[in-house]
């Protein structure tokens, strides 16, 4: 039998090991870049929506966060985000949202058409942190999960982009750019604010 001598760093190495992987396969560590995946436990005890059941026929009903109109599947899709998570307000889980907007400085929002909506755990233009940021990762995660289900074509949050079609890079969809419209260093142009999410036509 041999005996083995650990230093300091091998003995936390030898008994945090196992708990990282455990970490890892149960999805609880955070991912790159502050990603926190740890959410995604949280979905499951959430709600899942009622898939939409019309047809959806451009940009035709009211849009509850006071712009012009929805088309029916964003309204659906928001309904089922407040049936969720609680109509926004202060100190709600979402502080405040807002879906149509003219956008006239991004030409190819999904805004203007009625299929886009922000939903904002914290202040406009703050970074969020504590549960300002699990709200948000909860939400965003919620999204993701029941992404089918309620038409998501995209969602951007914490300056990652995500979509049905995309694979992910290192944990949550890839890094979002900004696309040449926004800065994505800033904590509204980069989304770190606020959850977007678009909807498929």
């Known amino acids: 039998m041999r005996t083995v001598l650990l230093g300091t760093g091998g003995l936390v190495a ?24 740890g959410t995604v436990a949280a979905v499951g005890n959430l709600a899942a929506p009622v898939p939409f059941p019309g047809d959806n026929s451009g940009c035709t009903v009211a849009d509850p966060t006071g712009g012009r109109c929805l088309t029916p599947a964003t309204r659906h899709a928001h309904d089922e985000v407040v049936r969720v998570f609680g109509a926004p307000g202060p100190g709600r889980p979402i502080r405040s949202a807002g879906c149509w907007d003219a956008h006239a400085w991004n030409p190819s929002s999904d805004h203007p058409r009625g299929r886009a909506c922000d939903y904002f755990p914290t202040a406009a233009g703050v970074f969020p942190s504590g549960q300002d940021l699990a709200n948000g990762w909860a939400l965003a995660d919620w999204l993701r999960a029941h992404a089918d289900t309620l038409r998501v074509k995209y969602l ?46």
């Open 156 to 201: 951007i949050w914490q300056g990652r982009f995500w979509s049905p079609t995309t694979p992910d890079r290192g944990g949550w969809g890839r890094p979002y750019t900004g696309g040449g419209v926004y800065d994505a260093t800033d904590a509204t142009g980069g989304h770190y604010d606020h959850v977007h999410v678009s909807y498929s036509a």
């Open 14 to 37: 030898t008994l945090l090991l196992p708990l990282l992987l455990i970490g890892a396969l149960l999805g609880t560590l955070p991912g790159p870049a502050g990603i926190d995946d």
